[in-house]
């Protein structure tokens, strides 16, 4: 699932792809590695998924990347445009485009401004916040729904995360139906 989700990163137009894991290392350490450019640890004193974020938003403020693309590791079927859509949208006075899905705000595949969020978790961890939504409410947001995403052809399975076996099983269906699309397609 990493190597889909690093792969629909580089399609749609990533340039530099950091992980974050608990300890900084490779989550598969004994397969082939990951075509990611940098590993980091999380964020030490931090918890959840605010820990990873603070990790690899600093780095990427290191490396002076003004905007950084968020994706988490379990949504198999990202799609490219969905992210070149996002990029296209960039624009003074907004610090975070974030995309909308059937199940609300995909908080965790938004385009944001580095220091915008890396300053959104700092007082989030100030007031003992914990959840990523809550780091989107001091912040000036585009969301991009309904339309505006199905018009440029972004299909809802893009933001389907697969966390446990039934996932799997509506992912392995979906699989199924779209290499039999494909072959369809060939063979006209």
Known sequence: MIDLVVDALRRGGGERIIMATRDGDSPRPDSHPLQVDEIVADADGWTGPQAGLVAGLRRAGDWGSEWVQLAPCDVPFLDPLLLRVLHSLR??????????????????????????????????????????????????????EGEALSGAGIDE?????????????????????RRELERGRRRT
Do not use: K, W
């Not at 006075?93 to 938004?110: K, R, W």
């Not at 399975?157 to 139906?177: K, Q």
């Open 91 to 144: 624009t003074d006075g907004v610090d975070a485009i974030i995309p909308v899905s059937a199940n609300g705000d995909e908080n965790l595949l938004a385009l944001v401004r580095t220091q915008a969020m890396l300053a959104a978790l700092q007082q989030a961890r100030v007031a003992g916040e914990r959840s990523v939504q809550s780091l989107y409410t001091g912040l000036h947001c585009l969301r991009i």
């Open 157 to 177: 399975a893009c933001f389907h995360n697969v966390n446990s076996p039934e996932d799997i099983e509506f992912a392995e269906g979906l699989m199924a139906r």
